[in-house]
């Protein structure tokens, strides 16, 4: 089929006008020939014989009357074994086979390598039925099984005909040959494409999400949990560490598989995990960080245009690895520089302006876009997961903008970064009662709780939080009334609260042993502390209650820095014990 | 010029800052002369081409002569830009003769971000609310927040005489007239004029000029960088100026604002300016200092907002009523480089004694606020208060001028004079190591 060709029109930065001389269709992917550069574009509007375009690429140069070339597919992604400790710009070009210093325009590298041969073992046989999505052999990707789908664009039913022996293969050569209802044969490689903007949706279903992804973070795990295939969002004003927080969440998160989609954000963050990852050790395999990790970088002085590729290309992928059941972890920083990426895309479209400028839709967008997240069955019964949190970088910190707004309505939970708890360098700065997991509402997940962290895991959580509540109304009136104006119990309330604070909520990134808590540790940790509050204290006079607390924080917090039942630990467990019994009544 | 350049004398449209005509062949971003004064195609319309123009569109007659010069705004770089002055243009304004070097389009493309290096080097400046609590790396990009009745021209110029660094590249913004001869005359007699590049756009030159200041001053910056493995600090002042001029253009191509009038890309074209700063493996880097004012401190305007999204850190002056001098606000300033550098290249105690003072200096301040309040302070409180205010005058003031090493014993002196060992709470070994035995 020939290509539908065009010419251009019109140009204002990376919005080009083209008039075309055949069918094209939204969202589909062209290049526009200036001079020896090719400059990829898609489309976004169509208008009688005038296709808008927005390109990928810097404009500069580009004259009325240079041709177009249609592609007939939209915007794709390469997918098959060699994506991992790879690091790619927005739309998967290989940053590592650049050449030069500079990003050349118009320069296109590929996603794979076509030379590389894998070592290839079957797992389907002549014979099987077979669709989309279903499993035919298995490569080693570093040290993860890769499995060899048949490709998610097959429709309905096939039979193999023949699958490969094992043996080494690159991403190029036939390993098995499908047969649909018709008859016609079909040759599989273990190279597919698939269009980003398109959920991959080769599975058998979709269930509501129900057991824990352990982060390792406490404030998360134990207060606000985010399970399998569940959603998160993380907004928060600049310097209140979300990028610290996203950091941590990528090198301690129990998952099978980490891709991480830089969007529009610094540079040098990025820079920072490309030299951290790959010496930093996977705590649960001992392998590099680095091989379990995909990078998606398009940072905020690349084209803002691939900036909304960047998100969705990170999605596919991940959507990908899900269907080889595995636990996918999708970070993505931030959310906001893709919206506003959107936005000055509808500004140059002339479109009717939302709020604060963004585009109607942009709700819409972000719930699409989240909804591709979750946990499911595959057709082979096994289950795989893509869970997303995303970061929002709220305009002056204020969190009724859209963006903010948007993704609250499509993520089930909300880590809110608060200022002041940054100022007083209370790490990790989530405000706990502003934020939420509307998990710990699920029957599933209180199920899976009592089953596998405690019986009454939910009920606890519930009261450490109640305690905080009451802490935050206890000092706002000692604010009022002034430390001896009210009765000491005011301060043992107060001091409650900040135990939990400090021993549940704050937790060290930079420690060794801090920096990742097991659930069966927060467990302990968290029975532990609701008992001390529990407990009823005798004290005289309010200035006896804070350096108490303060003594019995401290023994608690060296607890956290100690190996889990370590000597230390056991050490620093007796004096807290011992600190309790200096005070507490019928102890 | 070519002899066959297209002369064009038909005028469409003309506007404050644009002017239209119809035209062809015409590239995107190129530039065009309307009687002798440089204009940008910012639009291509079919055959409609919109121009901006950069001194503004006075006078403009609707039969003008434009003739288009088929390239982007470029900068000639070589050596010979050392010691020189340029307008937005990045023509001579110091009398010397036009500069001869390689023609480079100025807004070139951004660096691969898997060439670059993460930054490790620090640079030292001789200001202990700087380098004691804010410490800069080369490759940073970080700006001063301030009020315009601070001296932020003057703390930017100080930072730039005192970094060791091989290369200096101002680019000015809407500077008074004042200014810019005081950065001059202040080159000068440092003996350093021939380290300096300026490209200067001052108050008495049309405010959408300013737009190619920071591109032009970048161009050169990477010539250092990049060709001559340079140590380059590029000092930018005033990028809010920078970004009212933004939105005067944008609201001039009847384009929707966004929040506080500007253009919706504010982001974007910041961050195409923040991100030019790098650290090459090479061994060159380009460290952007930049200045943001503020009105009233309002940190949510905007432009600090968006900057601060950007930039590694801010840097924030504030007048401290006390001692009556300007300081470098402990609480809201931040480089998000410094962990890659204190206690590494610079002695062990740094990070504990930087964050020891930072503790006790805030419970000075909840001291205050007991005091304002008419509480009763405790001894601890009173104590607190007075190394507040030696700890201000004697560190975070901007007038500082002392070594690393000279700042952290200052701070052993004064926590030695006001507090005993478990206030200060500094992990026992570098305390054994380090407190000042006064007496």
């Known amino acids: 089929m020939d290509k539908t060709v065009g010419k251009v029109v019109s140009i204002v930065s990376n919005l080009v006008q083209v008039r075309i001389e055949g069918p094209v269709f939204q969202n589909e992917i062209c290049y526009i020939f200036l001079d020896e550069e090719k400059l990829m574009a898609e489309v976004i509007k169509i208008i009688g014989d005038i296709a808008y375009v927005q390109v990928f690429e810097n404009t500069r140069g580009l004259r009325p009357g240079s041709k177009v070339e249609f592609e007939g597919h939209m915007l794709e992604v390469e997918l098959g074994p060699g994506l991992l400790s790879k690091n790619f710009d927005g739309l998967q070009n290989d940053l590592d086979k650049m050449e030069g210093v500079f990003l050349k325009r118009g320069c296109y590298t590929p996603a794979l390598e076509d030379d590389k041969k894998w070592s290839f073992t079957p797992l389907a046989k002549t014979g099987d039925k077979v669709r989309a999505g279903d499993w035919l052999g298995n490569v080693k990707e570093n040290w993860l099984d890769h499995k060899i789908m048949v490709p998610f664009k097959f429709e309905g039913d096939y039979i193999v005909e023949k699958v490969a022996d094992a043996g080494e293969y690159t991403i190029l050569d036939t390993i098995a040959v499908l047969k649909d209802n018709k008859g016609n044969s079909h040759n599989v490689t273990m190279r597919q494409h698939w269009p980003v903007k398109v959920a991959i949706r080769a599975y058998k279903d979709k269930p509501r999400p129900f057991t824990l992804m352990e982060t390792g973070v406490r404030v998360i795990d134990t207060m606000n949990p985010i399970l399998e295939g569940g959603t998160g969002f993380i907004p928060g004003p600049f310097g209140t560490g979300k990028t610290v927080l996203q950091h941590a969440l990528a090198k301690n998160a129990n998952a099978d598989i980490i891709i991480m989609a830089a969007c529009g954000e610094r540079a040098n963050e990025v820079v920072e995990i490309f030299s951290e990852f790959p010496y930093l050790e996977d705590p649960r395999t001992g392998r590099t960080l680095y091989e379990r990790t995909t990078i998606i970088a398009n940072t905020s002085n690349m084209p803002v245009a691939a900036r909304e590729a960047s998100v969705y290309t990170a999605m596919t992928i991940a959507e990908y690895y899900r269907s080889m059941g595995m636990k996918v972890f999708l970070l993505a920083d931030s959310t906001s520089r893709w919206a506003q990426a959107l936005r000055e895309m509808s500004n140059r479209l002339e479109e009717l302006p939302g709020q604060d400028a963004f585009p109607m839709d942009l709700s819409a967008i972000i719930s699409g876009f989240y909804a591709r997240a979750g946990i499911v069955y595959l057709n082979n019964g096994m289950t795989g997961s893509v869970t997303f949190i995303g970061t929002v970088s709220p305009a002056g910190g204020n969190l009724k903008e859209p963006v903010t707004e948007s993704t609250k309505k499509a993520a089930r939970c909300f880590y809110a970064l608060s200022q002041n708890r940054a100022d007083s360098k209370r790490y990790p700065a989530i405000d706990t009662l502003e934020s939420y997991s509307k998990y710990l509402e699920y029957p599933e997940f209180v199920e899976f709780s009592k089953e596998k962290i405690d019986d009454n895991w939910v009920e606890l959580v519930n009261e450490a939080r109640d305690i905080l509540v009451r802490g935050k109304e206890t000092q706002e009136q000692i604010n009022i009334l002034g430390d001896d104006s009210v009765p000491v119990d005011y301060h043992i309330t107060l001091w409650k609260s900040e135990l939990v604070d400090f021993i549940i909520l704050q937790q060290d990134a930079f420690d060794k042993v801090d920096a990742a808590t097991p659930m069966d540790r927060q467990r302990y940790m968290l029975r532990k502390i609701i008992g001390v509050t529990r407990a009823e204290f005798n004290f005289e006079n309010f200035e006896e209650v804070s350096p108490y607390f303060k003594r019995l924080i401290n023994a608690f917090k060296q607890m956290n820095y100690s190996v889990y039942n370590s000597e230390d630990y056991k050490k620093y467990e007796k004096e807290a014990d011992e600190i309790l019994g200096e005070r507490v009544v019928n102890a | ?439």
């Open chain 2, 1 to 439: 010029m070519s002899a066959f350049q297209k002369v064009y004398t038909k005028i469409s449209q003309v506007t404050k800052a644009t002017c239209s005509l119809k035209a062809t062949g015409v590239g995107f971003d190129e530039l065009a002369l309307i009687q002798g004064r440089l204009a940008q195609v910012v639009k291509i319309w079919g055959d409609e081409i919109t121009l901006q123009v950069f001194s503004g569109t006075e006078g403009i007659p609707t039969n003008a002569e434009v003739v288009f010069l088929g390239k982007a705004p470029t900068l000639k770089v070589s050596d010979e830009l050392c010691g020189r002055f340029f307008n937005a243009f990045g023509q001579p304004i110091d009398g010397g003769p036009e500069v001869d070097g390689e023609e480079r389009e100025i807004g070139g493309p951004s660096v691969n971000p898997v060439q670059r290096k993460q930054p490790s080097e620090l640079i030292a400046t001789g200001i202990a609310g700087i380098d004691l609590n804010n410490t800069l790396v080369s490759g940073q990009k970080i700006p001063f927040f301030a009020d315009p009745d601070q001296p932020y021209n003057q703390v930017m110029a100080n930072v730039a005489l005192k970094a060791q660094t091989d290369r200096i590249i101002l680019g000015g913004m809407g500077l008074t007239n004042d200014d810019y001869l005081y950065f001059k005359h202040l080159f000068e007699n440092a003996g350093i004029l021939d380290h300096i590049v300026s490209f200067v756009n001052t108050t008495e030159a049309p405010p959408v000029e300013r737009l190619l200041v920071p591109d032009m001053a970048l161009t050169a910056a990477e010539y250092f960088a990049v060709d001559k493995n340079e140590k380059v600090l590029v000092l930018l002042t005033d990028m809010t100026l920078y970004a009212d001029a933004l939105s005067i253009v944008s609201n001039r191509m009847d384009q929707i604002p966004s929040k506080d009038s500007m253009p919706g890309s504010l982001y974007s074209d910041l961050a195409k300016i923040y991100e030019k700063a790098v650290q090459f493996p090479s061994g060159g880097s380009i460290t952007i200092i930049a200045v943001t004012t503020l009105s009233g401190g309002d940190i949510t305007h905007a432009i600090p907002d968006n900057t601060g999204y950007i930039t590694e850190g801010q840097l924030f002056l504030r007048k401290d009523t006390e001692i009556g001098k300007v300081i470098v606000d402990p609480f809201r300033s931040l480089s998000r480089l410094k962990q890659l550098v204190i206690g590494k290249k610079t002695r062990e105690d740094h990070p504990q004694v930087m964050n020891a003072c930072i503790r006790l200096y805030s419970d000075a301040s909840n001291a205050r606020t007991k005091l304002e309040n008419g509480f009763d302070l405790t001894d601890y409180d009173r104590r607190v208060l007075s190394f507040a205010k030696d700890y201000s005058n004697e560190l975070l003031a901007i007038d500082v001028d002392l070594k690393i090493e000279q700042m952290l014993d200052t701070a052993w002196t004064l926590f030695a004079k006001y507090f005993d060992k478990t206030e200060v709470a500094i992990k026992q070994e570098i305390m054994d190591k380090y407190w000042k035995n006064n007496d």
